[in-house]
């Protein structure tokens, strides 16, 4: 089946520590996506990547850190600089270029800081 | 704020009613598009409608789009107990990224 898994689904993190978020996706889509969720808000991105081994600040992107070594695999990385972490986390991708570029959703990592 | 604004916030009604949710945007698009999310789940696209379209249907959605008055409407009929989701529109923006807005959460009551 193909799809975008994200990994894992519960995430508990004590304060000063860092935690990488997986996400995984066999879609063949060359451009990816993480996005933050609050209770009751829409999303807000932290950072985007259009191709391998590139990647782009979105709108909160400090206290995150990204990699994007494979097409496949785009992990995030939150620190300690990041100073409210809980919220739920959204990887995303899709096919870039395109103007009309529907973007396909993994299930979502909620991170709680102990 | 570059998000679109979407009205209302919540939205209860009963089964077999319709359901109706707009969404407002403030630049010029070329499309707009509506997910539907479940409590805890990532999103899914449910409909993409191009700035040369007033209307589109899938199933029992509706989607209007109004571009003289950057305006969106979700239109969801003979809701079920299934339906109940919090729906977001979305908008590309220059750089192809897609603009998320605040949300509508639906609850439809059996």
């Known amino acids: 089946d193909g799809g975008i898994t994200q990994s894992p689904k519960y995430l508990f993190r004590k304060e000063g520590q860092n935690v990488t978020l997986s996400c995984e996706q066999n879609?063949?889509?060359?451009?990816m996506y993480w996005y933050r969720q609050d209770p009751g808000q829409g999303l807000r991105l932290i950072y985007y990547?259009?191709?391998?081994?590139?990647?782009q600040k979105g709108d909160i992107a400090e206290g995150y850190s990204v990699s994007r070594e494979k097409k496949e695999s785009f992990p995030l990385t939150v620190t300690s600089a990041q100073k409210n972490p809980t919220a739920f986390y959204l990887c995303?991708?899709?096919?870039?270029?395109?103007?009309?570029?529907?973007?396909?959703f993994g299930p979502g990592t909620r991170l709680t800081v102990l | 704020s570059q998000q679109g604004e979407e009205d209302p916030q919540a939205l209860s009604i009963q089964e077999g009613e319709n359901a109706t949710m707009n969404c407002s945007y403030k630049?010029?698009?070329?499309?707009l598009q509506w997910y539907r999310q479940n409590s805890g789940r990532g999103l899914v696209h449910l409909i993409l409608?191009?700035?040369?379209?007033r209307e589109k249907h899938s199933g029992r959605l509706r989607v209007t789009l109004d571009t003289s008055k950057k305006s969106s409407s979700l239109l969801i009929t003979a809701s079920r107990a299934a339906d109940t989701a919090s729906y977001f529109c979305?908008?590309?923006?220059?750089?192809?990224?897609?603009?998320f807005g605040q949300g509508t959460t639906l609850q439809v009551k059996p």
């Open positions: 995303a991708s899709s096919i870039p270029g395109q103007t009309y570029n529907e973007q396909f």
């Open positions: 879609l063949n889509h060359d451009a």
């Open positions: 990547s259009q191709i391998v081994n590139d990647f």
């Open positions: 630049t010029s698009i070329n499309n």
């Open positions: 409608i191009r700035s040369n379209e």
């Open positions: 979305a908008r590309p923006s220059n750089t192809g990224k897609l603009i």
